[in-house]
């Protein structure tokens, strides 16, 4: 059974950076393709950031580019996610997820692994 368990969420201040990170466990972490997920009260969930199997490969959301850092350590089964510069827009529960596919997946229907989420919260 493939668990994912993600860590580094928090209340922080406009402007103020996070890591996330999220640890995989009962599968084979560096045949997933890793993704970082978002979901503010009342809205959609949303892509933040995928990264493909090595790492060869990224995608950023608009919103986050310039700011957010997607990166992974497959020896240790841990995805990562640097967040900086946060705004109140940032704030959300945010999920990671694991996919079986070998496209470069943007959508929450194309992981089929998920975690059970950190909440960050950006307050003054």
């Known amino acids: 059974q493939v668990q994912l368990v993600e860590s580094g969420g928090g209340l922080v201040q406009p402007g103020d950076s996070l890591r996330l990170s999220c640890v995989v466990s009962g599968g084979t972490f560096d045949r997933y393709v890793m993704g970082w997920f978002r979901q503010a009260p009342g809205k959609e969930r949303e892509i933040v950031a995928r990264i493909m199997w090595i790492g060869e490969s990224t995608y950023y959301a608009d919103s986050v580019v310039g700011r957010f850092t997607i990166s992974r350590n497959n020896p240790k089964n841990t995805l990562y996610l640097y967040m900086n510069n946060l705004n109140f827009d940032d704030t959300a529960v945010y999920y990671c997820?694991?996919?079986?596919?070998?496209?470069?997946?943007?959508?929450?229907?194309?992981?089929?692994?998920w975690g059970q989420g950190t909440q960050v919260t950006v307050s003054s």
């Open positions: 997820a694991a996919g079986r596919g070998v496209v470069p997946v943007t959508t929450a229907g194309g992981f089929d692994y």
